[in-house]
Nanobody, 124 residues
Framework: QVQVVESGGGLVQAGGSLRLSCTIS????????MGWFRQAPGKEREFVAA????????YYQDSVKGRFTISRDNAENTAHLEMNSLKPEDTAVYYC?????????????????WGQGTQVTVSS
């Protein structure tokens, strides 16, 4: 059984930084495209960033380009989302997801496994 576990959320002031981490157990990490999504109260879950299995290709939502960086270390079975210059509108529950595919997708239904989410709160 595949388990996806996120960590690293918290409370930060606007302009600050946080680093989220995600790991998979039960399967070979390098088989999976890894994505980050977020859901704010009263809003739908939205795509944030994704990274290919090798780490060579990344995709970002326009609103986080230049501020967020997704990365992965297949030897450590870990993906990261480095978030800088955080804004109050970045406040949400952030979810890590894994897709067993060779292609990167930016829509939630394409992803096979999901973590429980980690809260990120940015105060103004």
């Amino acid at each position: 059984q595949v388990q996806v576990v996120e960590s690293g959320g918290g409370l930060v002031q606007a302009g600050g930084s946080l680093r989220l981490s995600c790991t998979i157990s039960g399967r070979t990490f390098s088989w999976y495209v890894m994505g980050w999504f977020r859901q704010a109260p009263g809003k739908e879950r939205e795509f944030v960033a994704a990274i290919s299995r090798s780490g060579d290709n990344t995709y970002y939502q326009d609103s986080v380009k230049g501020r967020f960086t997704i990365s992965r270390d297949n030897a450590e079975n870990t993906a990261h989302l480095e978030m800088n210059s955080l804004k109050p509108e970045d406040t949400a529950v952030y979810y890590c997801a894994a897709e067993h595919n060779t292609m990167i997708h930016t829509t939630a239904p394409e992803y096979d496994y999901w973590g429980q989410g980690t809260q990120v709160t940015v105060s103004s």
